[in-house]
């Protein structure tokens, strides 16, 4: 029984010609098109700019690629280390010169095998082992192919050293968010794996944290076989976010970025301690909005709306995994300080009084003060809430006020977005 070829549903077609559907229209003599984006996808999360594009970073590249540079001669590579805080380029670099790195000894007639991981996405042992294993196999080549799933990282690491010693004279391991991983062993196993004679090949690690915590956390003995040259990137300054933004202006149609947009989003972003990341998200979503609203140009205007999407995104961020009942409570805290533009904390009382007021008005179980009290406690470890202890005057308990360390703005917003308290709104 040959089905006919999946439709998703027979609707009779008011459009003669599909393209004429005005939902997907691309006609560009559409009043209502507006032209902001040339090419969006240089401001995409993800996408690695090309040399020319990467400013601000050229003495970290130049220190990295001397670490490397021994392969391009056949020679071992060191170990490297990258630290420093988000949207500093860390990732960007370490990509960027490995590449390098394997084009020149590619010329040179070294073979090298280069791999990137994300170990906030393959946060065990088997998972980096199996996805370093499966990405550098050339099956052509060894001649066999890489389970992936049923075994676990002896067997990946046995595969690997294989495919090592079969296909690359080098390889080079770049392990990005490495202070994701839940263990530290993998670092031992690719470190030593020449020493102790399990691969010919020269290996090379690049691993990259954001939290510079990280250098303490590793094992001595991880240390020691490792022997990594350490690098600590900077934040950018506003001048530097500038550049790289700047450098990125093609991606806007000409005269759409009105005069102080990328001074202005620079400037943000630098007091967000000089994250690019964030800079070019808000660039990007600045554009989206004036795109919405079918403007000509992005203005300031846009960059404060898209800075504040970014606050209350970040913010959800941090309250992802947070029951209904904490967004009560936090909700009942942003009315309380709203409310009382003078008060600087709320009791915990004070605080339950309001939330069951929110929790009735929506016909959700009302918890315990107590709870709430807990639950108050817990948000000042996340570091949502700042509760400092006062009072206790003489012949008085003291007390726990709690105060929201984020706007209250930005709180109701991302507190609002959960379904079960749009009612609120
Ligand atoms: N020096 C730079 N020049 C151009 N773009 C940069 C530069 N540094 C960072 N970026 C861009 O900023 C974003 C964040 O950089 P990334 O390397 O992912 O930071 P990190 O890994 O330190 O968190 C990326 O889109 C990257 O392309
Ligand atoms: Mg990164």
Redesign the pocket.
């Known amino acids: 029984m040959a089905d006919e070829p999946s439709q998703l549903s027979d609707f009779d077609d008011r459009f003669e010609d599909p393209a004429d559907d005005p939902l997907f229209s691309l006609d560009e003599g559409d009043p209502n098109h507006t032209k902001i984006f040339a090419r969006k996808e240089l401001l ?6 090309e040399s020319a ?5 050229d003495s970290e590249i130049e220190a990295i690629a001397a670490e490397l540079r021994p392969i391009v001669r056949g020679d071992p590579p060191n170990n490297v280390m990258i630290y ?11 990509r960027h010169v490995t590449e390098r790195a394997r084009r020149a000894a590619e010329s040179n007639g070294v073979s090298v095998g280069a791999v990137y991981v994300d170990c906030a996405q393959h946060n065990t042992q088997t998972r980096v082992a199996r996805t370093v294993t499966r990405s550098l196999n050339d099956t052509a080549r060894t001649g066999f192919d890489i389970p992936r799933a049923g075994i676990g990282s002896g067997e990946y690491y046995d595969y690997l050293w294989e495919i090592l010693d079969t296909a690359y004279d080098s390889a080079i391991i770049i392990l ?1 968010e490495v202070d994701r991983l839940d263990d530290d062993d993998i670092l031992m196993q690719l470190s030593r794996a020449r020493e102790s004679g399990k691969a010919d090949c020269h290996l090379g690690v690049i691993a ?1 944290s ?1 939290k510079i915590e990280y250098r303490d956390r590793l094992n001595e003995r991880v240390k020691s076989s490792l022997r990594e040259e350490e690098f600590v ?1 900077q934040p ?1 300054d506003a001048n ?1 976010l500038r ?2 933004m700047e ?2 202006r093609d991606a806007f149609y000409d005269g759409v970025l009105t005069g102080d947009v990328v001074p202005l989003t620079a400037a943000v972003a630098a007091q967000e301690h000089g ?3 964030k ?2 998200e808000i660039l990007r979503h600045a554009g989206e909005l004036a795109e919405r609203e079918s403007t000509e140009t992005v203005n300031e205007e846009h960059v404060r709306d898209a800075q504040e999407w970014a606050e209350v995104d970040r913010f959800e961020e941090l309250l992802r995994g947070s029951t209904t009942q904490v967004k009560f409570i936090l909700y009942s805290l942003a009315l309380l300080t709203h409310e009382n533009p003078a008060t600087d904390g709320f009791s915990t009382s004070r605080i339950y009084n309001r939330y069951k007021q929110t929790a009735q008005q929506i016909g959700a179980t009302v918890l315990s003060e107590h709870r709430i009290y807990e639950l108050l406690k817990e948000q000042a470890f996340l570091g949502v809430v700042e509760s400092t202890r006062t009072g206790g005057g003489r012949g008085q308990g003291s007390y726990l006020e709690h105060r929201l360390i984020q706007d209250t703005e930005i709180v109701l917003k991302s507190v609002l977005r959960d379904s079960q308290l749009e009612d609120l709104a």
Not at 53 to 57: A, D, M, P, T
């Open positions: 995409k999360v993800g996408h690695v700019p594009r990467i400013v601000g970073r420093g805080k988000t949207g500093t380029g860390k990732s960007l670099v370490a990005d990259v954001n990137f950018y530097q550049e790289i450098h990125r994250d690019a990341r800079a070019i």
